[in-house]
């Protein structure tokens, strides 16, 4: 698949989306419709239709809050600073362990703990931002579009 194409790039990405709110990820809901504003693109129907159901079910007075429909921006309990915190390094986390890779070594507890000296938190947190599921679909198809676009330019 050539992810260059922006519209290749976001259907796979509204796939992963759809899927996630099919399986009672509510939130993704928000993510398609960012998606599809910040590329300039109509919503897909399943999107439209679930936004057009969430708005009326507020309109409507059959929920309290945003939060019934979009679910909660953030689980309970979840430590913002911290959280903000692993935010910040994550691209810098993961371009280390890609540039890494590139040179041949091996991604172990060695090279996390030299990441996470360098970055000032520990290797199994470096390791633990870096391994993260939640997003790991969608962070494969960013990197696949910038290893695309880089190809491209050489």
Not at 66 to 78: A, C, I, L, N, S
Not at 116 to 141: C, F, M, P, T
Request: proline share 3%.
């Amino acid at each position: 698949m050539n992810y260059l194409n922006d519209d290749e790039y976001l259907a796979e990405t509204l796939k992963i989306l759809k899927q996630k709110f099919d399986g009672g990820h509510k939130a993704a809901l928000l993510m398609a419709i960012r998606y599809c504003c910040w590329m300039r693109r109509p919503l897909p129907e399943w999107a439209r239709l679930a936004f057009l159901q969430a708005y009326d079910s507020a309109t409507g007075f059959d929920i309290k809050s945003w939060d019934e429909v979009f679910g909660r921006p953030h689980p309970k309990g979840t430590h913002l600073t911290k959280e903000k915190k692993y935010l910040a390094l994550r691209s810098s986390i993961r371009e280390r362990v890609r540039a890494s890779k590139a040179m041949g070594k091996s991604i172990n507890k060695e090279l996390f703990e030299g990441i996470g000296n360098d970055l000032g938190v520990a290797g199994s947190v470096a390791s633990e931002i870096y391994y993260d599921k939640d997003n790991q679909k969608i962070y494969k198809l960013m990197d696949d579009f910038v290893a695309q676009a880089r190809s491209q330019r050489k």
